[in-house]
């Protein structure tokens, strides 16, 4: 999201409209926002497409995927995949995945050129620490600031390890 919310063309929706869909729409704000469901959210938020990825685990290696469709048919109009080893490379490999999704939308090189920065510029290097740092929004969202906070604080932890550990 961090990513494609670089280009001037994409409009990131926020977690706290989609769950507000969710709560009109009758369900759960907290419900996993699957496929065929991102699809109905995308639909009433008159949104034209939705972007979807996944990160999965096999062992030491990462499988990456990311693609855009169109909310109403469902069309694809892009997708990346990548299978990495090493956690160390998943947030780099996903920055280039989103620049490359960014083109097949229609982005010009030029404009990736002027609203573009490294996703290492953008955020944490480290998997781990995007990831408490995401469960402690999620947390947040729920309206548990206490266990938000422990999810913020383990972030921090992780940011000023890699920090020592680069120092090192």
């Not at 290097?125 to 947040?140: H, I």
């Amino acid at each position: 999201a961090l990513q494609l919310g670089q280009s001037p063309y994409l409009e990131i929706i926020s977690t706290e409209r989609v769950r507000e869909t969710l709560h009109f729409m009758g369900r759960a704000q907290n419900e996993r926002v699957v496929p065929p469901l991102a699809r109905e959210v995308c639909e009433r938020l008159a949104a034209p497409a939705v972007i979807s990825g996944s990160i999965a685990r096999l062992g030491s290696n990462y499988v990456l995927s990311l693609s855009a469709e169109e909310c109403r048919e469902g069309r694809s109009l892009g997708r990346e995949q990548a299978q990495l080893s090493g956690r160390e490379s998943v947030l780099p490999a996903l920055g280039d995945m989103a620049s490359r999704l960014r083109q097949k939308l229609g982005e010009s090189v030029a404009s990736m050129n002027r609203f573009s920065a490294p996703i290492e510029q953008v955020t944490t290097s480290s998997l781990d620490a995007l990831k408490a740092y995401s469960l402690g929004d999620e947390e947040r969202a729920e309206g548990r600031e206490q266990e938000a906070a422990l999810f913020y604080h383990q972030r921090l932890s992780w940011i000023l390890n890699l920090r020592w550990r680069m120092r090192s």
